[in-house]
């Protein structure tokens, strides 16, 4: 039990103190800064952004770590003491709520009782102190070899270590507070605040429903909305995973917001720049980020056109451009520093960089275009359908699967599309989609995109029922369709949460023996076996979270750059040769092939036991440790 209580209170105190930094912000502005409602939310957002712009500054300074972390917390709540005691609270300016002020209703109030179950079963699954595959690779890799050196580094052979990185910081301080399971519990945090977010907003004005159903209907199309994001495997499983495309779904929903409301308000500037500095911080989680930005920016530049004229137009993108660009701008510059190249490896022709060349380029975006069911016409007039339909593990599949709920819900929001609460959403979900298509289809980098669908999916839902005028029919219409959205949520909370039970019974028996035991047998195997000063380099893997010794590994297996390192050396003393100008002095070799064309030197060198010695062998023969003589 202590093991589980233990890291709920250092995540509880990390969300506490980013919420009294924000709301201390928010107190000093006069609350005059825009924030979505409810206002705790926009508050503990605002902190976020703050305190990630604080973390890059000790990182850019090389003075991240434990003691920094834990001082910047301190004053954080310093600061919120002395505004609660000195500083007036003003009379709040901000953005309304979207939803009635009526009390939920019965069935909204069990919808929220089964999303908590389900999120507590998260809780527990983000506890499993094995991460996923890709927070091995960079996600809980950089933060730990952040603390480590102090400050930002570049990781050779890890492109991920130039990109932008801002839930990376966040995750840095949670390690720095705790472990890396508080890290995981940030983004459980970032998803359960996008449901939050999405089920407020998705609810009916007041007025759209009949005043005698307001009671009876109160928070049902909230529920659905949140239903209907949360009835995905892969949202799900990102929910308990050290990843951050939930983070990224949260801030395009909250630029969204943000950018409606000053639509509402007549393009007023406030709120577009508010608006432009969620759009920064997504630009600023990952490089596909910026698709979403664009998106939203040209749907409100094409409100304010047909609207205004060009000129209003130009005025909101310039609103949304500044701040966004100003918070890209940093991570854009430590590229530069780092490789040369501010969008490294990204326009590798024209800035350059290290560890890298145009036959990389060209496989990484072969790569990139083989991800998903196809690239011709037909296949991108199919693809709605089968993004929802044929979905599965895989790259060939999207790498992903969503629920079959979408195809209730999203024909309904299309046909409400006239409603501009309704249209508006659902054009910039559209764009984003486009984008997605044109690029890497993997299933992941559209969930900020059904964010934004889902919340157009509840606002149609509202909008159907308080189009309907008897009372029996509305009620048949919303029975029906909470039978169905139960329906499609059930299984894949029952798939995810499968292993929970079991989890919970270990974490309760010996929590601290269960984390011990999650470093895999061949990292174990190079922390006893070889010297401190080792440097292991990963054939065929390149998850690198748990090694001790410092090592190099691929980016992605299919444009190894590891392999272009050891360039086409024929022979295993050529193969060494190469090896020993990278500074290596062993070898971790998965044998489970990853389509990496290995020069035959190097196949050479791993068989020849007169220059690689084998100093540990895994029982089933996977995992093989060398060491070069």
């Not at 996600?139 to 480590?148: E, F, Q, R, S, V």
């Not at 999405?198 to 759209?208: D, Q």
């Not at 596909?288 to 205004?308: C, F, M, N, S, Y």
């Not at 690029?439 to 059904?450: D, E, M, T, V």
Request: hydrophobic share 55%; with cysteine.
């Amino acid at each position: 039990m202590g093991f589980v209580l233990a890291r709920a209170l250092v995540f509880a105190a990390l969300a506490l103190v980013l919420g009294m930094l924000g709301s201390a912000i928010d107190r000093l502005s006069g609350r005059r800064i825009p924030l979505p409602a409810p206002r705790a939310a926009g508050q503990l957002l605002l902190g976020t952004l703050v305190a990630t712009a604080l973390l890059f500054g000790l990182a850019a300074g090389g003075t991240l770590s434990r003691v920094a972390v834990l001082l910047l917390a301190a004053v954080a709540v310093a600061s919120w003491a002395a505004c609660r005691l000195f500083v007036r609270a003003p009379i709040s300016t901000g953005s309304p709520a979207s939803a009635g002020a009526d009390r939920w209703s019965l069935p909204a109030r069990a919808a929220a009782v089964l999303v908590a179950a389900l999120f507590a079963g998260l809780f527990l699954e983000a506890l499993n102190p094995y991460p996923a595959w890709d927070a091995q690779v960079y996600h809980l890799t950089l933060p730990k070899l952040w603390l480590a050196a102090g400050g930002f580094v570049r990781v050779p052979f890890n492109v991920y270590s130039n990109w932008p990185s801002n839930f990376q910081l966040l995750f840095a301080a949670a390690i720095a507070a705790g472990d890396a399971l508080v890290a995981t519990l940030l983004h459980w945090g970032a998803a359960l605040l996008l449901v939050v977010l999405l089920w407020h907003h998705a609810e009916s004005p007041r007025g759209e429903l009949p005043n005698g159903e307001r009671r009876v209907l109160a928070g049902f199309a909230g529920a659905i909305a949140a239903i209907l994001l949360l009835a995905n495997d892969l949202v799900l499983f990102e929910a308990r995973a050290a990843y951050v495309d939930l983070a990224a779904a949260l801030a395009l929903l909250v630029a969204y917001l943000l950018a409606e409301e000053g639509l509402e308000r007549d393009g007023e500037r406030a709120h577009l720049l508010a608006a432009g500095a969620a759009l920064g911080y997504l630009a600023g989680l990952k490089t596909t980020g910026a698709l979403g930005a664009v998106a939203l920016g040209g749907v409100v530049a094409i409100v304010e056109l047909r609207r205004a004229g060009g000129g209003r137009a130009m005025r909101a993108l310039a609103w949304l451009a500044l701040p966004a660009c100003a918070l890209l701008l940093p991570w854009l510059v430590r590229s530069a520093v780092q490789t040369g190249n501010p969008f490294y490896p990204l326009f590798w022709e024209r800035f350059g960089g290290p560890e890298w060349s145009s036959d990389l380029a060209t496989r990484l975006a072969q790569w990139q275009r083989s991800i998903g069911m196809g690239r011709e016409p037909l296949d991108y007039f199919l693809l709605p359908w089968r993004v929802v339909t044929q979905g599965d593990a895989g790259y060939d599949h999207f790498d992903g699967r969503l629920g079959p709920l979408w195809l209730a819900l999203l024909p309904l929001a299309v046909g409400q599309a006239h409603r501009r609460r309704v249209r508006r959403p659902l054009a910039v979900a559209a764009l984003a989609f486009a984008f997605w298509a044109a690029s890497a289809q993997q299933l992941r980098f559209l969930l900020p995109a059904l964010a934004l669908a889902a919340l157009a999916c509840g606002r149609a839902v509202a909008l159907l029922l308080g189009g309907i005028d008897r009372r029996a029919t509305r009620h048949a219409v919303a029975t029906l369709l909470g039978l169905v959205a139960l329906a499609a949520l059930v299984p894949p909370a029952a798939r995810e949460l499968a292993s929970t039970p079991t989890l919970a019974r270990r974490f309760l028996a010996d929590g601290e023996r269960v984390l011990a035991m999650a470093v895999p047998p061949p990292f174990r195997a190079i922390e006893e076996l070889t010297p401190p000063d080792a440097r292991v380099a990963l054939l065929n893997t390149n998850q690198t979270y748990f090694c001790p010794r410092t090592c190099v590994a691929d980016s992605f297996f299919e444009a190894s750059q590891l392999a272009a390192a050891l360039g086409s050396a024929t022979d295993a003393a050529g193969a060494r040769e190469r090896f020993a100008a990278l500074g290596v002095t062993h070898l971790l070799v998965d044998a489970r092939p990853r389509g990496i064309e290995w020069s035959p030197g190097v196949v050479a060198l791993v068989a020849d036991r007169t220059r690689a010695d084998p100093l540990w062998i895994s029982p089933d023969g996977r995992f093989t440790l060398l060491g070069l003589r």
